[in-house]
């Protein structure tokens, strides 16, 4: 387990403190390095385990409707995800990043190979024409990116909030599931009440059902 861990006080009901925005600033420094330094073999290596995983979650396997990101070059690739989603005949949803009203809308895609394009921050994400938006209610289970997790299920995203509004949107019913490389699960992530935790964490070597 990684020793990285930082204390996390409020100092009021709706804001972070400096302390909290500090420690995650630190937290995200140190994982981006990390995962940079992942060659292409291993970090496919590794992302194929952790899918491999997930396949074994009962969740995962009574789930009708998941929403999964599409992934960038250093995260958890998710592609075979979603070809197996889309091999069990589950239906599969991936989010827009929504930088105006700085949200994540949810859309449905019917296979990889239909046009992608970059939208903001990199992400990829259906060809405009593509997009149909729909209720984050249609959902059963959520597996989202993220730089840090602890056992508790806390998780430490890029800073702008945008899963966390997401994942308060959600039913309780809906399975959280987060995604990430074993040096990125930490004995404890800094948060505060306006994040909102994950049910499990999978990485190449456990599956943790936080103690949430």
Partial sequence: MNTLSHQSPLIGPSFYSESVVTAKAMVRKTIIRKRKALSNNIRDEKSL???????????????DAVLC??????EVQT???????????KKVF???????????????????DIKLVIGDYGVREPAPELQEIVSPS???????PGLAFDAFGN???????????????????????GVGYDFQVLDSVPHSELDKSVQFVITETKTLKCLN
């Fill in 49 to 63: 385990a952790i899918a491999q995983r997930l396949f074994g979650l009962d969740e995962f396997k009574k789930s």
């Fill in 69 to 74: 990101f599409l992934c960038r070059s250093n």
């Fill in 79 to 89: 592609d075979v995800i979603i070809r197996e989603s889309f091999r069990m005949g």
């Fill in 94 to 112: 991936v989010p827009l990043v929504n930088i105006r009203q700085r949200n994540l809308q949810v859309t449905q895609i019917t296979s990889l």
């Fill in 138 to 144: 249609c959902l059963d289970l959520v597996i989202t």
């Fill in 155 to 177: 998780r430490i995203g890029y800073g702008g909030g945008y899963y966390d509004k997401l994942l308060k949107k959600l039913s309780r019913g809906v399975t959280r599931v």
